[in-house]
């Protein structure tokens, strides 16, 4: 259970925005890796070992007018980590 815990970090953000822009736009944000449209105007983030990426996202998001309304961690699928922590006892 300690390497669990330990192991569940987040790696991705959940945005809800009232003007979503562009996955391109979300890309040029510094440490943002990958993003994905999802519905009702949200959008999946994906970054890399930043721990300002979410006042980055704000920033920009009222620079640009994406009227972002809500954002959260995204500690991700519970298989994929289920996998990762087997794959690691092995």
Do not use: C
């Amino acid at each position: 259970m300690h390497a669990f815990n330990n192991h569940v970090q987040p790696h991705s953000l959940v945005l809800r925005m009232e003007n979503p822009p562009p996955t391109a736009d979300l890309l040029a944000v510094p440490g943002v890796t990958r993003a994905e449209m999802m519905a009702d105007r949200q959008v999946r983030v994906w970054f890399e070992g930043e721990e300002e990426i979410t006042e980055r996202l704000v920033a920009m998001s009222v620079q640009h007018g994406w009227r972002l309304r809500e954002i959260s961690l995204d500690k991700g699928l519970l298989d994929d980590v289920f996998k990762e922590l087997s794959a690691q006892a092995y």
